[in-house]
């Protein structure tokens, strides 16, 4: 049986359907190929809204401030370590964006953050802190043997080492 091209329909394509469609065709491709051609720029390390090298001398004054109502008797050893937990707090949380005045040890091993080196050693100062402020010194030696002089010591070190 022979077909006769009469009995074809005419599909009866536009110059104007076609003229969409090849450029559709030519986007699209464009689209999904230009990603891959063009690298990526580099990211920037997320360290939230303060992420210009700022001056940490605020965050060290008030670690000084802690210090010598402590020295001139205006606090109490307790008093004066959760101060220091507490500037700690504000520095880290300013520096990433974060709130973590609330947040106890437990909260703060998972955090998700995007600088785990800074993030820890945050960790670690909070954690330092928390013997001396709540353990007993007749019962845990670390305790008795911290004092608030070497507790702010450890604040301005996390303060002065967070863009090092």
Known sequence: MKIDASAVPSLGYSPILMAAGIIALILTVAVIVLPLIIPPKAKKEAQGRHSEQKDASEWIEKVEAVKKAYREGKL??????????????????????????SKTLHDLEW??????????MFRQTISALY????????????????????????????????NS
């Open 111 to 120: 955090a998700p953050v995007s600088n785990r080196r800074r993030y820890e």
């Open 76 to 101: 109490e050893d307790v008093d004066a370590y959760a101060q220091l937990a507490q500037v700690a707090r504000g520095f880290v949380s300013e520096e990433m964006d974060l709130n973590l005045y």
């Open 131 to 162: 013997p001396p402020e709540y353990a007993n010194s007749e019962v845990d030696r670390a305790a008795d043997e911290a004092t608030v002089e070497s507790a702010a010591n450890w604040v301005e070190d996390l303060i002065s080492r967070w």
